[in-house]
């Protein structure tokens, strides 16, 4: 699909979630102790609610060392607007939840962390950034399986109603792609909204770091918005997104 046909917003927005994710390791000790307070110092006013994640009460050796606890997050800064921040001893994201900020300000809020987390010099190995964008077709507009470019078949049986939960990997150039399809689910905001339909998420994710990644990210991430971006308007069928009332 050409830039020309990407909608720039949709009138019926089907996202639930954005997330930029950065996984590093550090030359420091107790970085998930060390860093939640140092950006608390420059955005107490904007994040002003920090809270302590399950993975908090795991011991520091397990978090440290154990694969399945290496990248989880153990503090959440919670926005003022719909929005937080998760760290973790090994990892870092921010999240933009339903009203999306939209990607200028998710973009420039991203890079405005980065660059803090930059000048604690903590973060001595960064390993991969990835953006992550989660969307529900809802089910009370009518959408199935059938709403996307999609064709699951098991024998003389097509798919388009019944459960299905799918997941892919897809090389793109410098970013690898994670799809993740499921129909049906169900999704629930910390508003207490919630949303039934088919999930498409959509992790776009680096394969290394670029050598100047900490000098000029916003080149980097534009990339992968636009990568990630095109892949959610390939998915859908036309039909599909004239429903979602496209704006150009």
């Known amino acids: 699909m050409s830039k020309k046909q990407i909608p720039k917003k949709l009138g019926k927005e089907p996202l639930i979630e954005a997330v930029c994710e950065l996984r590093f390791k550090s030359d420091r000790d107790s970085i998930s102790d060390?860093?939640?307070?140092?950006?608390?110092?420059?955005?107490g006013e904007r994040f002003p609610k920090?809270?302590?994640?399950?993975?908090?009460?795991?011991?520091?050796v397990i978090l440290k060392n154990d694969p399945n606890f290496y990248y989880v997050p153990t503090i959440r800064l919670i926005g003022a607007e719909p929005c937080s921040i998760m760290?973790?001893?090994?990892?870092?994201?921010?999240?933009?939840?339903?009203?999306?900020?939209?990607?200028?300000?998710?973009?420039?809020?991203?890079?405005?962390?980065?660059?803090?987390?930059?000048?604690?010099?903590?973060?001595?190995h960064p390993e991969r950034i990835s953006l992550k964008y989660i969307d529900i077709l809802e089910k009370k507009e009518g959408f199935t399986l059938d709403a996307l470019k999609l064709n699951l078949q098991i024998g003389e049986n097509r798919i388009t109603a019944t459960p299905v939960q799918l997941r892919t990997e897809l090389e793109m150039g410098?970013?690898?792609?994670?799809?993740?399809?499921?129909?049906?689910?169900?999704?629930?905001?910390?508003?207490?909204?919630?949303?039934?339909?088919?999930?498409i998420d959509i992790d776009t994710l680096s394969k290394t770091i670029p050598s100047d990644f900490w000098s000029d990210q916003k080149d980097f991430l534009d990339r992968a918005h636009t990568l990630g971006k095109s892949m959610f308007f390939d998915l859908l069928k036309p039909e599909t997104i004239n429903i979602l009332e496209p704006e150009y």
Do not use: C
């Not at 920090?50 to 520091?60: H, I, R």
């Not at 792609?177 to 088919?198: D, E, H, R, V």
């Open 50 to 60: 920090v809270e302590k994640l399950p993975a908090a009460d795991v011991p520091s």
């Open 174 to 199: 410098e970013f690898n792609n994670i799809i993740q399809i499921a129909s049906p689910a169900q999704a629930k905001l910390n508003t207490g909204q919630q949303f039934n339909g088919i999930l």
């Open 34 to 43: 060390l860093l939640p307070g140092l950006l608390f110092q420059n955005l």
């Open 87 to 124: 760290l973790g001893e090994h990892v870092f994201s921010f999240s933009s939840t339903r009203p999306y900020m939209g990607w200028d300000r998710f973009l420039s809020t991203i890079i405005e962390l980065l660059e803090i987390i930059k000048r604690t010099a903590l973060i001595t």
